[in-house]
């Protein structure tokens, strides 16, 4: 990839190099939510294995969690001295081994706190992944001149599609876990670290001017900014949003409205599909009508739809908000990352910032959900998240473009 390509956003027909930027971008997007969805498909089966009780499978869940949150907080040190291209080739290998490493012990060694260990492995690898491609599909994205970044998202509920797809394949044909999980390790080196390769090699962190802050304490100034801390809170209701819908949209459906155990799944993946659409075609709408206009619209649909979720009189009804709700739900996480990156020498700190906002609502989100659902039923508890995508909506105006000079 040139220099040039490098510099300026292409006019017309994309610049071959910053497209083969891009396309390895949608690629290693895909390929983290490959990682996840094929451990997630086989957590039955891996409780069967390991006899585990609910609680010890809360524990190991928690052991991802708890890597996932190291990795954010770890995130923009370890990015600002290796740079995203680098992040991304180191952290993408280190999910794929502890992919890999979790099969194999719960496969040949079944052990209960060495599968805690690799699971830390996944959650941190993962989530210094995920900061890296966020920042380089920003950065990307910035050079084409183009919204892209609700596509890359789109690419990742791909990716989480395939890999719940192949986990049920294999899961159907009795392949057993270490099989599995170590060759979709595999699969994801090989196809991942291809696609690096067309990531530009001089994607480097910025070496700062003579008398300019540097060190950690310039990172973490980004927990200051009050334009920052706004975009976390758009972040933070939409990922709230979309992840109790991720855990108890389901069961929602078959406690609230009598459906079955298959229509409850079938509804979840009806929010799954409105909610890609809305993030492949979110670009357009951001081209045309700009980031606040967009999340206020995005914002009032999850707010319909989870209202209809909430108090339709009728399972149909509730049906259809689900659709608004994915619909609504698509484009905040996205276009929160776009506007934290908007000042390229700010936006490691400030991506990773958010990102760890929008992350711990992922983690704590949906267990509080469980823990107030005990107490006053799940579709009442829903409440709690139609008030934090209000939040979200009156903070949309903080993702505004900064203007030029």
Not at 325 to 341: I, K, Q, R, T
Request: glycine share 12%.
């Amino acid at each position: 990839m040139t220099d040039s390509a490098l510099r300026a956003p292409a006019l017309g027909r994309t610049d071959p190099g910053l497209a083969r930027w891009r396309n390895a971008v949608l690629i290693v997007f895909a390929m983290s939510g490959f990682i996840f969805a094929n451990w997630a498909a086989r957590v039955p089966n891996v409780r069967d294995i390991l006899g585990a009780t609910t609680r010890e499978m809360g524990l190991l869940i928690l052991g991802i969690a708890i890597g996932a949150i190291v990795g954010l907080i770890a995130s923009s040190h370890v990015i600002a001295h290796l740079g995203p291209t680098t992040s991304i080739r180191w952290f993408m290998t280190t999910a794929a081994i502890g992919l890999a490493l979790s099969g194999l012990i719960v496969g040949l060694v079944p052990n209960f706190w060495l599968l805690v260990v690799a699971l830390f492995v996944i959650g941190a690898g993962n989530s210094i992944l995920d900061v890296s491609m966020n920042l380089s599909g920003a950065d990307a994205e910035r050079r084409i001149g183009k919204t892209l970044m609700p596509l890359f998202h789109a690419f990742f509920s791909f990716g989480t599609m395939l890999g719940a797809g192949v986990g049920a394949l294999t899961e159907q044909l009795g392949i057993p876990v270490e099989v599995h999980l170590t060759a979709v390790g595999a699969v994801v080196l090989v196809i991942g670290l291809h696609a690096v390769r067309s990531l530009p090699p001089s994607e480097k962190p910025r070496a700062p001017e003579p008398g300019e802050a540097a060190g950690w304490r310039t990172r973490l100034a980004a927990w200051t900014d009050t334009r920052v801390l706004l975009i976390g809170l758009i972040v933070l209701g939409m990922a709230f949003t979309e992840g109790t819908a991720n855990d108890w949209l389901s069961l929602s459906m078959v406690d609230g409205y009598g459906l079955t155990n298959p229509a409850g799944a079938a509804v979840f993946a009806l929010f799954v599909t409105a909610m890609t659409i809305g993030r492949v075609c979110g670009g357009a709408l951001l081209d045309r009508f700009g980031r606040v206009p967009v999340l206020v619209g995005s914002a009032m649909l999850a707010f319909a739809g989870l209202l209809l979720v909430i108090i339709g009189p009728t399972a149909p009804i509730a049906i259809a908000g689900t659709v608004l709700w994915g619909l609504g739900a698509a484009l905040g996480f996205p276009v929160g990352m776009s506007a934290a990156a908007d000042d390229p020498e700010k936006a490691t700190a400030n991506v990773a910032a958010v990102a760890t906002i929008g992350y711990v609502a992922f983690l704590v989100g949906p267990p509080l959900i469980g823990l107030l659902g005990d107490e006053v039923g799940l579709r009442k508890t829903f409440l709690v998240v139609l008030v934090l995508v209000a939040v979200a909506l009156l903070c949309s105006p903080a993702a505004r473009k900064p203007k030029a000079g």
